[in-house]
């Protein structure tokens, strides 16, 4: 409950979906249903707009897409929890990871559990492929191998990136543990189609030959700064707390402390470090391989629960043992309980007192209004058109209505002829632009005189111009 509840509180007191990414992925779970998917790039999202699709044919994906990203966080802490738990033998710890991982904040710049994208979509089965690899390989279990290798190609279907990112710390594990690969040699070759299966998904999407799909799929995978709709850099502390750092960096030194702690721990140690080199080589050359750095620094935060979880344990069962050696007497319980208690409501504090505290950067926005989504939902019924709108709210134009927008804010259209179209005053030039993108309807929030026949005028006013 406590999880579904911070990452659902964004959105007290607004239905609707927050981020355009969110708004994209419903136009094209919805596209699908009607054989409109766009190509290229996000065809290899099919797999998280299959999902979506289905659930269209349940609910209204616009009105219950509020409730997907806690639902689903819920669904990674459970996952999380179940796995942490096995891995480490401690309730208590699994219990811990779940709280960091709770305390991951969310933004418009990195996303996060705030909304529900591919990259959020894919969380619990990243650490889930991570499990098994780690598990199969120490233990010899060909099953769990299997199974990661099933999660993971599930993942190049849904969200490719969420495989490559952890590219580099699979390796180096595999390698340190070469023993076991060696034993497994035949069996660890078949994770090969991991690659063939994303490379036969990227050349059909892309449409390239085949000569053609492997020079572009390996300079795709070299990615530049630009990647992200908004291109800025977070801050540390903007996406993990300060406690949960030091958390983990206290759980890191325990591990590496104890032998059979460093091999029981090597591949979620390796899983921090990697991303680290690849946020230095991004610093140093440009350039981010294999998964891009707004993405990495998601991946990097996911992967600090677990450290931070133990780090915690570690140093209270530190405190409770020191306590032992030093305080004697009829209230040393009392005192340790009540020493305890407090360093656990101090670092709960300073885990999630900035949970909210969002930079003006990268602040929540609404595209649209109850206004927008009623006439929206009114011209639903109506033949279909090409409606001008802001390009905000025209994102939630094809998720509502099916209708087709001029231009939204990122993903579709011309949103330079949706911006000149309001920013202009004179009837000609509007006209012009009307004609031009072949528009029949007009949806503003301000009253507009140019002749046209209003058709609506509930807040927000309708024009028919064709």
């Not at 590219?167 to 070759?189: C, D, E, H, M, T």
Request: hydrophobic share 50%; net charge positive; proline share 4%.
């Amino acid at each position: 409950m406590v999880v579904f509840g911070l990452v659902y509180s964004p959105h007290f007191g607004y239905p609707y979906p927050f981020h355009i990414d969110e708004w994209h992925q419903i136009t094209e779970a919805l596209r699908l249903g009607s054989g409109q998917s766009s190509p290229g790039f996000f065809g290899a999202e099919l797999g998280f707009h299959l999902v979506l699709f289905g659930m269209s044919k349940i609910f209204n994906l616009v009105l219950v897409y509020q409730y997907l990203p806690a639902i689903w966080a819920v669904i990674t802490a459970l996952v999380l929890f179940w796995l942490v738990r096995r891995k480490t033998g401690n309730y208590f710890v699994a219990l811990l990871a779940v709280i960091f991982f709770a305390s991951i904040k969310s933004d418009v710049n990195i996303t996060g559990l705030w909304f529900l994208t591919p990259l959020s979509f894919s969380l619990p089965f990243i650490y889930l492929y991570f499990y098994l690899y780690d598990g199969g390989l120490q233990k010899q279990k060909r099953g769990l191998l299997l199974g990661s290798l099933g999660v993971m190609i599930f993942l190049v279907f849904t969200h490719a990136i969420s495989v490559l990112f952890a590219l580099p710390a699979l390796i180096i594990f595999s390698a340190i543990n070469f023993k076991s690969v060696r034993g497994q040699w035949k069996f660890i070759a078949a994770f090969s189609w991991v690659f063939l299966a994303g490379f036969i998904f990227f050349k059909y999407f892309s449409g390239y030959g085949w000569l053609s799909a492997v020079s572009s799929l390996a300079s795709s995978l070299m990615f530049k700064p630009g990647f992200g709709v908004v291109e800025n850099f977070n801050y540390p502390t903007e996406f993990y707390s300060l406690a949960g750092y030091l958390f983990a960096l206290a759980g890191a030194i325990f591990i590496l402390a104890d032998r059979d702690r460093r091999n029981k721990y090597s591949l979620f140690l390796l899983w921090p470090v990697s991303l680290l080199l690849s946020f230095l080589v991004f610093y140093l050359f440009g350039i981010s391989p294999l998964s891009p750095f707004q993405r990495n620094l998601y991946y990097f935060a996911i992967s600090l629960p677990l450290l931070s979880a133990v780090g915690f344990y570690f140093v209270v069962r530190l405190m409770v043992s020191t306590g032992a050696d030093y305080l004697k007497g009829d209230h040393a319980d009392l005192i340790k309980l009540g020493t305890v208690s407090v360093f656990v409501a101090i670092s709960l504090f300073a885990t999630f007192r900035s949970y909210y505290a969002l930079s003006s950067r990268f602040d929540l926005y609404r595209t649209i209004d109850s206004d927008d989504y009623r006439v929206l939902k009114i011209m639903s019924k109506m033949p279909k058109a090409k409606i001008m709108a802001t390009p905000a709210v025209s994102e939630a134009v094809f998720p509502v209505s099916g209708d087709e927008a001029v231009g939204t804010m990122f993903f579709y259209g011309n949103r330079v002829k949706a911006e000149e179209f309001f920013a202009t005053t004179s009837c000609p030039g509007r006209k012009l632009i009307l004609t031009g993108e072949n528009v029949d309807y007009v949806l503003s929030k301000n009253e507009i005189s140019c002749g046209w026949k209003r058709v609506y005028d509930d807040n927000d006013f309708v024009y028919r111009v064709k």
